[in-house]
């Protein structure tokens, strides 16, 4: 193996290539890159891959990175309402807008995986009796109003019960996702 050296060159691929993994941001799991700022001025490889890559296995891919990052969204929502509680409110209010942006991104996963395995979120809640998407709603509401409010604690409160229970309500619908479609599709 050749070590890296200033003179070599990293040559664009002509054929179109299939992006495998992108720039998580920061929250969203481990990062594989210590910062935002070190990812976007590195050169990103382009992977090629003779044809499509099965859905099945984009599917998997995706609802395993879910369900790493929903643990990483847990232990942060806690780390969050800690802070809260202490009143280290710069490092709370930093990490609450972390907390939020991560969500946003994990529900986009979301509807990607679904439309990819042809399911609707909506009626593959209601069918599994999951209230995901009304409990991730209302715990947001009262996320803001206690943040408008400054009810501090009452806002690591929501943390610690409403949006732990959201991201628990979430791995649900992510293991359902990553199910194998019978002969007959999945239940929604």
Same mark, same amino acid.
């Given at each position: 193996?050749?070590?890296? #050296?200033?003179?070599? +060159?990293?040559?664009? !691929?002509? @054929? =179109?290539?299939?992006? !495998?993994?992108?720039?998580? =941001? ?12 070190? &990812? $976007?001025? %590195?050169? $990103?490889? #382009? ?8 859905? *099945?296995?984009?599917?998997?891919? &995706? ?8 643990? &990483? ?8 309402? $800690?802070?809260?509680?202490?009143? #280290?409110?710069?490092? *709370? ?13 994990? %529900? ?14 909506? #009626?593959?809640?209601? @069918?599994?009796?999951?209230? @995901?998407?009304? $409990?991730?709603? &209302? ?9 408008? +409010? ?7 409160? !929501?943390?610690?019960?409403? %949006?732990?229970? !959201? ?7 992510? +293991? ?10 999945? *239940?929604?």
């Amino acid at each position: 193996m050749r070590p890296f #050296s200033p003179g070599f +060159e990293i040559r664009p !691929v002509s @054929a =179109p290539a299939s992006r !495998v993994t992108d720039f998580r =941001p920061d929250g969203v799991g481990r990062p594989t890159i210590g910062s935002r700022q070190t &990812a $976007r001025t %590195l050169p $990103r490889p #382009s992977v090629v891959v003779d044809g499509p890559l099965p859905t *099945a296995a984009l599917v998997r891919e &995706a609802v395993d990175t879910a369900l790493d990052s929903l643990t &990483a969204l847990d232990a942060q929502a806690r780390d969050v309402a $800690r802070r809260f509680r202490r009143q #280290s409110l710069d490092e *709370a209010q930093a990490g609450l807008a972390d907390l939020v942006q991560s969500t946003q991104t994990l %529900l986009k996963l979301a509807a990607m995986t679904a439309e990819a395995t042809g399911t609707d979120i909506e #009626s593959l809640c209601a @069918a599994c009796e999951l209230d @995901a998407e009304a $409990r991730t709603h &209302a715990t947001l509401t009262m996320l803001i109003g206690r943040q408008l +409010e400054r009810d501090w604690h009452g806002l690591a409160g !929501v943390i610690d019960t409403g %949006l732990i229970g !959201v991201l628990a309500a979430w791995r649900l619908v992510f +293991e359902i996702l990553g199910e194998p479609a019978g002969p007959g599709g999945r *239940a929604a």
